[in-house]
């Protein structure tokens, strides 16, 4: 079994920046997939960013060019850095390894 345990979340005023650091549990996180979700109120669960194994990124086109997702297999760890935050980015993030594990979510309000 994986445990996901995200943190970093937090309030912060707009055009501000957050990081979110999810670590995981067990020895498969290096070769597996990354990804960070969020859920706003009244609204589906979307994804903002993607890691592969290997590095690759992708982004929704509303985040590109203010997020950043990385890992670091050594520390099992991925990171979302959030930078320019805007209102509409207010939700809770969660975390995802693709064997199909889940984060409990962190929440993001992005408020002045």
């Known amino acids: 079994q994986v445990q996901l345990v995200e943190s970093g979340g937090g309030l912060v005023q707009p055009g501000g920046s957050l990081r979110l650091s999810c670590a995981a549990s067990g020895s498969i996180f290096s070769i597996n997939a990354m990804r960070w979700y969020r859920q706003a109120p009244g609204r589906e669960r979307e994804l903002v960013a993607a890691?592969?194994?290997?590095?690759?990124?992708n982004y929704a086109d509303s985040v590109k060019g203010r997020f950043t997702i990385s890992r670091d297999n050594a520390k099992n760890t991925v990171y979302l850095q959030m930078n320019s935050l805007k209102p509409e980015d207010t939700a809770v993030y969660y975390c995802?390894?693709?064997?199909?594990?889940w984060g409990q979510g962190t929440q993001v309000t992005v408020s002045s």
């Open positions: 995802y390894i693709a064997v199909g594990y």
């Open positions: 890691i592969s194994s290997g590095g690759t990124t």
